[in-house]
């Protein structure tokens, strides 16, 4: 990423997207759109003084609500570019009330309330398209139970729960935990409140209520024991038929890693089939076993409950057992399936892209670049769910497949 | 101990205040002073913002007005400003290299935010460190150097074609080296390929047809490289044709070399004709001479063992599409797979591997602690979901091997000087982020050289190295870093300890002399020679000995 | 000397990739820690040799601290 913000021949559009687009291979036109970020990106040395003194807490999306981001922000320390953006939803001045404080304390002069939106035009030769992919959101499972049980997490939230530079600073914190330890901090004040408007009944609520939050935040601090669930959203008729490629070794990387941040932790990943077909990835997962003491169930998950200490209680049949068994742990990750990103029919309309029946960009296996659209081509998962490896192989290869247009300045290739 | 002044240095010192990012935690004042008492430091300034075009300007000022022959900045971090600032110095005439920098906010203002005056003396002792350091520099230059921008491509399979085709249309001239006497690789031993459900001569006539007609292009069949000399941009590769020899020259080298399939000797009463591999599978379906009515096929053969513990990623599809043409071609035929996990990943093979199960093919797990057995009649293996044996009559028993190494796999990489691992598999420069690379530069890697892929991966990864070889092969001049190593042939006594630990393949052993010599466009000077030479020889210019001596020493001494 | 007046110097060795640029993380994060350390970035701990090491506790290092 580093590399890419220092290249000086890439020109980088963040905070941007693509409104108009027209012509033909080797003559394409481009209107980007650039938001205001109200911040002059020239200016702003990112050194953060703003942040540090902005009055106005959002929930940080970035650490998905674990902890509270200013309303001028940066997504994280080394996000490139390296400019912080005001948030226009939630910052004082933007929605016509007083403050100012940023821009009072930023030396560089860089804070702009009054920006506004521009559009840049380009014209290009070629064009690449890399818009990802979106976690499956795993509502849709209402027996897993995610988005009722605090406990039961995806993939993604528990990527931030490990990450030295998260919500906990890496510390395995049970989301019951986090979201109590919020709440103590509220409940002090609540109570006074009510009890200074004379409301007895409310006060004795929360009054009951902090303590059994206090309980649950010693007892259950630290997550040890842990259930991993594959395949939720994916090989799964009602929502994606296919496999998500990453999500097996995914799951044996965080259990792994958990181990690591905390000795005693255990770990059991519940799986149809472990998918290891990577270099070097069957032998992780062997390492898993043996090193980090995974246990790996063959059964799918049929029904996640809760306990009354906030513990999932997953249900499943072990198919080598041949049993159905019911197992209590600290906090439960589910493997969400790779879903095609909502974003991806607005420009595949721009743009004139072929999608295929799951709604990723239409390639084919001779062909694995190529769109519908000659000097359009695909990489990532925007054309379907591929590991980092993979990814960042078939990144060069798609620049491969542009520079072969670039550098015959636009004459179609026979494919 | 202070360093007595050096007369002929003089060192400007330019302190950042970075707004109040340092200026707000640190005594800006004591350090300003504080800098004026080092040695050979003949100018101090204090800046708002060192980076911004006020802050390079006085820099750039200074140089001349105060006759400056070293330049310190103590401010935020190297990793993201030193660049700036050395070419600030290069536009005023000084050698870049002859800067320094001390990091007194992500490393001190930041950290120390509540000790003012330790924070402040942790800042002081930076500086001073830096200082010290700079007096030492050297002038250092980046050597530049023309380059061949023809590519060699080692490999003619799929991924190799794909490869050669790219760069070409790119408009470079290509090398293509195949050893066998036709282009095509594995795919020519094939049936049948799905999904596109199309013969692979398809495929391969195709890039064929293409690469012969492309002018850019000479093809090497029957071919193979015996020697390759030089390193990136510069290679010289011997390329031997019956009796016959010659040079290339060529400034990439993309190694596309394939995998073989393992032949399971031993495994299963393996006899090549009731019981054979998938790829004998496919011979024989191409000449129509397969008459079985039950099959059965068994995955993980010679794979994901104590002996060969990689999983081969492709078996698993083969033996679906294998159980799919036979099903289709007489939906009467009993197949069954016995398998440990079916590796069908991602969005194509996941409805291959539906559209098997529509079809009727059986799978069945099996436990590799309780393999199946092949008694010539039928295979039995212990049914985990039944708890207990079952039996299936077998008249033809398939073995899904891995695929493994080419016998050459170790020659090529000790003739290229870059890594195999264990299994014989060419070793990337990064796992993750540079698939495609090895840690020496002008060397890429694709196809199943590196790992067995499918087709689709082959071809992407074809193009993907292609792209990476053009980042080479597109450049006018390569220039050298400035920070590189050295060895003193004077005192080298050529005991190969730095070729040893180079990683990148840097060092050359010159064998008349009996002397180590690098190799300064691939050293990315990071110093592991130096710090191994037992005799001092080797030494990296810009972090050398008396540099991060006199480091050390200011270090203590304030 | 008591414990709590003692102040050990300490010589860092980081390496420009990784344990340099996670120092800066920390700064960028404000991660406080105590002053005692003297940074000497290297582009490779590979780079850090013996005799390097040496000098430091020659020149009175109270603790060497090597991170790639």
Aim: overall charge neutral; glycine content about 8%.
């Amino acid at each position: 990423m580093l590399d890419v913000g220092r290249h000086p021949k890439i020109n980088v559009l963040a905070y941007s997207e693509v409104v108009d687009f027209n012509g033909e291979i080797g003559n394409f036109n481009v209107k980007v759109r650039r938001k205001p970020r109200y911040i002059d990106a020239s200016r702003c040395t990112a050194c953060g003084a703003c942040a540090e003194k902005c009055p106005t807490k959002v929930p940080n999306e970035f650490n998905f609500g674990f902890d509270d981001r200013k309303a001028i922000y940066k997504d994280y320390a080394q996000g490139i570019p390296s400019v912080f953006t005001i948030d226009p939803d939630h910052c004082k001045v933007i929605l016509g009330g007083k403050c100012g404080v940023c821009q009072k304390v930023c030396q560089a002069k860089a804070v702009d309330y009054e920006q506004k939106e521009s559009f840049v035009d380009l014209n290009v030769a070629s064009v690449i398209v890399s818009t990802g992919y979106e976690l499956f959101d795993a509502t849709q499972i209402p027996e897993y139970g995610y988005g009722r049980m605090p406990n039961v997490i995806s993939s993604l939230e528990m990527e931030r729960l490990l990450s030295a530079g998260g919500p906990t600073r890496g510390h395995l914190s049970r989301p019951s935990v986090i979201y109590g330890e919020k709440r103590l901090k509220e409940l002090p004040k609540l109570i006074k409140k009510a009890e200074k408007d004379q409301k007895e009944d409310q006060k004795q609520i929360l009054e009951q209520e902090m303590k059994r939050i206090e309980e649950q935040v010693h007892k259950y601090h630290t997550a040890k024991k842990l259930a991993f669930i594959q395949c939720v959203g994916s090989r799964d008729f009602r929502f994606h038929k296919y496999c998500s490629n990453y999500c097996c070794m995914h799951s044996i990387k965080e259990a792994i890693i958990a181990r690591e941040h905390e000795h005693e932790t255990e770990s059991y990943i519940f799986y149809m089939d472990l998918r290891t077909v990577g270099k070097g990835f069957e032998e992780y997962k062997v390492r898993g076993a043996e090193v980090s003491g995974l246990k790996y169930i063959r059964g799918r998950v049929a029904e996640i409950l809760q306990d009354e200490e906030m513990n999932p209680v997953v249900y499943y049949e072990d198919t080598e057992k041949r049993q159905v068994v019911g197992m209590t742990f600290d906090m439960v990750i589910l493997a969400n399936a790779c879903s095609p990103s909502k974003g991806i029919r607005n420009i595949s309309e721009l743009l004139g892209l072929e999608l295929d029946e799951n709604q990723f960009v239409r390639t084919s296996p001779n062909n694995p670049l190529d769109t519908n659209v000659p000097g359009i081509f695909s990489c990532g998962c925007a054309q379907g769910p591929l590991d980092i490896p993979e990814s960042v192989a078939q990144a060069s290869s798609a620049a491969a497949r542009a520079a072969e247009v670039v550098m015959t300045e636009g004459l179609p290739i026979a494919v | 101990m202070k360093n007595s002044a050096q007369d002929d240095v003089r060192v400007g010192v330019f302190i950042c205040d970075c707004g109040s990012n340092i200026a707000g935690y640190l005594e800006m004042k004591e350090l300003v002073e504080f800098a004026k008492t080092l040695p050979n430091v003949a100018f101090v300034q204090e800046n708002l913002y060192t980076c911004s075009e006020g802050g390079i300007n006085e820099i750039k000022v200074a140089i001349p007005r105060e006759n400056l022959n070293r330049v310190v900045v103590a401010s935020c971090t190297p990793r993201t400003h030193e660049p700036l600032f050395m070419s600030a110095c290069e536009e005023a005439g000084l050698n870049p290299y002859l800067f320094e920098m001390a990091n007194i906010r992500d490393q001190c203002s930041w950290v120390h935010m509540r000790e003012r005056e330790a924070g402040t003396n942790r800042a002081k002792v930076q500086i001073a460190m830096a200082v010290a350091k700079a007096a030492k520099l050297r002038e250092l230059n980046r050597i530049q150097l023309s380059l061949s921008h023809r590519a060699m491509v080692i490999g003619g399979g799929v991924a190799g074609m794909s490869a050669a085709l790219a760069l070409a249309n790119m408009g470079y001239e290509v090398d293509l080296v195949e050893k066998r006497d036709r282009l095509g690789g594995i795919l020519n031993d094939l049936n049948m390929i799905l999904p596109t459900h199309e013969p692979p001569d398809k495929l391969v006539n195709n890039l064929v047809g293409r690469l012969q007609d492309h002018p850019k292009v000479a093809i090497h069949t029957g071919a193979v490289v015996t020697k390759t000399e030089g390193y990136v941009g510069n290679y010289v590769a011997t390329i031997q044709h019956n009796d016959t020899e010659n040079k290339i020259k060529c400034g990439a080298v993309i190694v596309a070399i394939g995998a073989q399939p393992l032949k399971p000797e031993g495994l299963y009463n393996y006899d090549g004709n009731k019981v054979i591999t998938h790829i004998e599978l496919e011979s024989k379906l191409k000449l129509g001479d397969v008459q079985a009515k039950n099959i059965s096929i068994i995955q993980c053969v010679g794979s994901r063992s104590k002996e060969r513990t990689y999983c081969s990623r492709i078996c698993c599809m083969t033996a679906v599409k294998n159980a799919i043409l036979f099903k289709e071609a007489s939906p009467d035929t009993k197949i069954t797979i016995f398998y440990r996990d079916m590796q069908m990943y991602g969005v194509e093979n996941e409805e291959l591997f539906r559209k098997s199960k529509r079809l009727g093919v059986r799978y069945v797990t099996y436990d590799p602690d309780r393999p199946p057995r092949f008694d010539g009649e039928s295979v039995s293996v212990y049914h985990l979901r039944m708890g207990r044996d079952m039996i299936v009559p077998t008249d033809l028993l398939v073995l899904s091997t891995p695929l493994v190494a080419q016998d050459d796999a170790s020659e090529i990489s000790t003739m290229l000087k870059v890594p195999i691992n264990e299994n014989g598999f060419f070793l990337e420069g990064h796992v993750k982020l540079k698939p495609l690379d090895f840690a020496t530069d002008g060397v890429y890697l694709c196809g199943n050289a590196r790992f067995p892929s499918t087709i689709r991966e082959a071809i992407s990864q074809g193009l993907g190295a292609a792209s990476r070889a053009a980042g080479v092969l597109s450049k006018e001049a390569l220039f050298t870093s400035g920070i590189v190593a050295d060895i003193n042939p004077d005192t080298c006594c050529g005991c190969l300890g730095c070729v040893a630990v180079c990683p990148y393949g840097a060092i050359n052993f010159i064998e008349n002399r009996g002397v180590c010599q690098v190799n300064k466009v691939l050293c990315k000077g990071c110093g592991g020679c130096a710090a191994t030479c037992p005799s001092g020889s080797a030494r990296l210019d810009g972090f050398s000995n008396q540099q991060i001596y006199a480091q050390i020493e200011q270090a203590m001494a304030v | 000397m008591s414990d709590s007046q003692f102040e050990p110097k300490i010589v860092g060795f980081l390496c420009n990739w990784c344990a340099y640029a996670g120092a800066d993380l920390a700064g960028v994060s404000r991660l406080q820690y105590p002053p005692n350390m003297r940074t000497i970035r290297t582009l490779c701990s590979a780079t850090v040799g013996p005799h390097q090491i040496l000098k430091a506790f020659q020149k009175g290092a109270d603790g060497v601290f090597v991170g790639g």
